[in-house]
């Protein structure tokens, strides 16, 4: 079984900076490619970002690249999403995801995600 929590959401100006952290439960955290993704009313789930389980390989949505950076402590089984420069348009609920390959279609979500509004 899987749990994941994500916070560090909130509301900020256009220009400024997030983290995000999505903590899992389980003992084989470093097993799994994690994940960020992100949904904003009436669109559909767009992927953010995601890293390998060791952490050396990264991978970015042209959207985001330069400006977001993902990370991960597998020691204590959290993900992060470094989010600097935010646009309106990053306005969403993250969600962060796991999956036991690189391809985006085997991401699965469990947490209730969390919500980052930018203002202009």
């Known amino acids: 079984q899987v749990q994941l929590v994500e916070s560090g959401g909130g509301l900020v100006q256009a220009g400024g900076s997030l983290r995000l952290s999505c903590a899992a439960s389980?003992?084989?955290?470093?097993?799994?490619?994690m994940g960020w993704f992100r949904q904003a009313p009436g669109k559909e789930r767009e992927f953010v970002a995601r890293?390998?389980?060791?952490?050396?390989?990264?991978a970015y949505a042209d959207s985001v690249k330069g400006r977001f950076t993902i990370s991960r402590d597998n020691a204590k089984n959290t993900v992060y999403l470094q989010m600097n420069s935010l646009k309106p348009e990053d306005t969403a609920l993250y969600h962060c995801?796991?999956?036991?390959?690189?391809?985006?279609?085997?991401?699965?979500?469990w947490g209730q995600g969390t919500q980052v509004t930018v203002s202009s």
């Open positions: 995801a796991f999956s036991s390959t690189w391809s985006l279609s085997d991401f699965r979500s």
């Open positions: 389980g003992r084989s955290f470093g097993a799994f490619v």
């Open positions: 890293i390998s389980q060791s952490g050396g390989g990264t």
